[in-house]
C-alpha cells in the first residue's frame, strides 16, 4: 500500500492528492473509533473531536473510492485522522500481547499501513510547513 502523501499549504490548510486506498484506510480508522468509543468523552480523550465531528471528517473522506481525489483538510482535521490512525491499534491488544491477526480482520488493513501513514502524514505537513 502507497502510503506516501504529499501536501502543500492552501491558506491555513493542506491540500493533496489521495489515493481510494489511503482514504479508505482514514475511513477505516474512524469508523472502527467511532463504532468502539463508550462516550463521546472517551472519544474525545483519544480523537480530539467528539462524534459528530468524527462523522463529517469520514463523510467527507468517503467517496467513489475508485480514483484519488483532491482533498484540503485543516490543521485540526489532519490532527484527527493522525490520532485515529495511531489509537487504533491498542484496540487489539489482548492478554496474549497485540493481535495482528484480529486487527487485519477487523480493518482489512495490516498495522503497518496505519503507522506508516501516520508517520507520512506528519511528514507532509512538516514539509508543506517548511520555510
Known amino acids: 500500500m502507497r502510503t506516501l502523501i504529499k501536501l502543500t499549504r492552501a491558506g491555513e490548510a493542506f491540500r493533496g492528492r489521495l489515493t481510494a486506498t489511503q482514504t479508505d484506510l482514514m475511513c477505516e480508522a474512524l469508523s472502527t473509533l467511532d463504532g468502539w468509543a463508550s462516550t463521546d468523552?472517551?472519544?474525545v480523550v483519544q480523537l480530539g473531536a467528539d462524534r459528530e465531528e468524527v462523522r463529517r471528517?469520514?463523510?467527507r473522506l468517503q467517496g467513489d473510492h475508485k480514483t484519488p481525489r483532491e482533498?484540503?483538510?485543516t490543521?485540526?482535521?489532519l490532527h484527527v485522522i493522525h490520532a485515529a490512525?495511531?489509537?487504533?491499534a491498542?484496540?487489539?491488544l489482548t492478554s496474549g500481547g497485540f493481535s495482528e491477526e484480529?486487527?487485519?480482520t477487523r480493518t482489512g488493513f495490516f498495522r503497518e499501513n496505519f503507522d506508516a501513514m501516520?508517520?507520512?502524514i506528519v511528514s507532509a505537513v512538516s514539509k508543506a510547513t517548511a520555510s
Open 75 to 77: 490543521s485540526r482535521e
Open 57 to 59: 471528517l469520514y463523510d
Open 90 to 92: 491498542p484496540m487489539f
Open 85 to 88: 490512525l495511531t489509537a487504533i
Open 118 to 120: 501516520a508517520s507520512n
Open 102 to 104: 484480529g486487527f487485519y
Open 71 to 73: 482533498f484540503t483538510l
Open 41 to 43: 468523552g472517551a472519544l
